[in-house]
């Protein structure tokens, strides 16, 4: 098996962005580009992988998955066209002979079975093979000479490209798939004498024809190798990948009742015969087992739901929301940090915050659990089987015990032990007739005012 080292170059400004954040961190599905474009290549199990940056972008290696274990950052210092930004790569790829596979940062689209058969190309006795595609408008792209045993002759760029070049459809994605053995040579060959003045990597196919070697081209999907140059194409890509995520979703056995709607991550986990109603958006870190039930307009991130339960409408689950079995989350509902356990209920109108419910409590409408005092977050510690009336606040840190009852609209500031009935309000007093007293207080001096306005 060739071995397959892996480069992404991502040292480009993203100018056209307009924004302070460099573009491979712009998200799409809850990722930035440079996520997507990383597990991807992950995906392909490559024995190098390497990151080509700017010199500025210290806060895109900073914001490496989990420090992205044997990613080799390589740093362009100027920007020197893509050619360069490959060489920049060359020393981490010190002693390695097998395929280089180039793709870029904004490039996040693409499949990994797309790459597959890239590879398989190249590996088809040719010294490169380059992803091709057919754009509606190709303007904006290098376009592919073919010679007319319909292999690749040279690529063109589109602002060195004479009025024939500039009428072919079929035009380079940028990503391209070298054998090893012979990449430092075609890249040490790269000159600049071009329209733009830079070292262009597409030069190098002409180099391997003049040494006799093969090159030729496979192709992708126009959406595949969509480029994000600024927020329009960035939404479009949102769109594009929000589609494939979907019918994933129905592909594994979820039913989503308005998909157009429906608004997923790309690390989404959604179990056999879970329902989803219109919109609803999962942000990330969100994984729903089977069988659960999410009703129309929730939020969720960073939540797990387990097998039966049913959430919202109007439900919103925040990070470390943990809902167990069979449990229920109604209408306005708020969880964060909260572990409900089997069968709990909490149906309106509540705010659990850094909380476990215990097995089939039931929250009242209109709970909250007071979690921050201004300075520090407590623990709301609700026992199995507790009944907690409706608007009552729950100041943490406090135990209720397992079956306890607190009284509707109580203030709870102490424990409450388990099986006990807590009361923490005021005192309800009864003035019997008063209220008909009142009444005709009230009506005997609208009656005088009346008659004295009437003179
Ligand atoms: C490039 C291709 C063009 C292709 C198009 C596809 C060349 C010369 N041209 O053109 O044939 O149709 O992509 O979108 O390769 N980058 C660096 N360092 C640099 C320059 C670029 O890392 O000095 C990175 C960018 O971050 C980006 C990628 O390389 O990820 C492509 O750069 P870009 O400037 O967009 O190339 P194009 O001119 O669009
Ligand atoms: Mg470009």
């Not at 754009?135 to 060195?160: C, Q, T």
């Not at 190798?225 to 995520?245: F, K, S, T, W």
Request: charged share 25%.
């Amino acid at each position: 098996m060739t071995e397959t080292a892996i480069v992404i170059l991502a040292a480009g400004k993203g100018t056209r962005m307009k924004s302070r954040l460099p573009k491979v961190l712009h998200a799409i599905a809850g990722q930035p580009l440079l996520h997507h474009v990383l597990s991807t290549a992950r995906g392909l199990d490559p024995q190098r992988l390497v990151l080509v940056l700017g010199p500025d972008m210290e806060d895109v290696a900073a914001a490496l998955p989990d420090g992205a274990p044997g990613v080799d950052i390589a740093i362009q210092s100027e920007r020197l066209g893509t050619g360069h930004a490959l060489q920049m790569a060359m020393p981490a790829l010190s002693g390695f002979s097998g395929d280089v596979l180039v793709l870029y940062g904004d490039v996040p689209l693409i499949t990994a079975e797309t790459l597959r058969a890239l590879l398989a190309a190249r590996r088809s006795g040719a010294a490169l093979a380059v992803l091709a595609f057919e754009p509606e408008d190709s303007a904006a792209y290098g376009r592919l000479i073919l010679g007319s045993d319909r292999k690749l002759e040279r690529i063109v760029e589109r602002l060195d490209a004479d009025a024939a070049a500039a009428e072919i459809g079929l035009c380079n994605s940028g990503i391209m798939a070298i054998d090893g053995a012979h990449l430092a040579a075609l890249l040490e060959a790269l000159g600049k004498d071009n329209a733009k003045g830079e070292y262009y990597l597409t030069d190098i196919v002409a180099g391997a024809r003049a040494r006799g070697l093969d090159c030729v081209h496979a192709m992708a999907s126009a959406e595949e190798v969509m480029g994000i140059n600024d927020r329009v194409q960035l939404a479009e890509a949102e769109a594009a990948l929000q589609g494939r995520l979907r019918c994933r979703a129905m592909e594994n056995g979820a039913t989503l009742i308005d998909p157009a709607s429906i608004w997923l991550s790309l690390d989404t986990e959604l179990g056999e015969d879970v329902t989803i109603g219109p919109n609803t958006v999962f942000g990330p870190g969100v994984r729903i087992a089977d069988g659960v039930e999410i009703r129309a307009f929730c939020h969720l991130e960073g939540a797990t739901v387990e097998t039966g339960a049913i959430i919202g409408p109007y439900a919103r689950l925040r990070p470390g929301a943990e809902i167990g079995e069979g449990a229920r989350v109604g209408n306005f509902v708020e969880v964060k940090k909260a572990r409900v356990e089997k069968g709990a209920k909490i149906n309106h109108l509540s705010y659990i915050g850094d909380a476990r419910v215990g097995a089939g409590a039931n929250i009242g409408a209109g709970t909250i659990t007071c979690n921050y005092d201004g300075f520090t977050k407590s623990l709301s510690d609700i026992g199995a089987g507790a009944f907690i009336g409706s608007n009552s606040a729950l100041v943490a840190p406090v135990v209720i015990g397992d079956g306890a009852v607190v009284a509707a609209g109580s203030v709870i500031t102490e424990d409450v032990a388990a099986d006990a009935i807590a009361v923490a309000r005021g005192k309800q007093v009864e003035r019997a007739g008063a209220a008909a007293r009142r009444r005709d207080k009230k009506s005997g001096r609208e009656k005088k005012k009346s008659e004295k306005a009437k003179g």
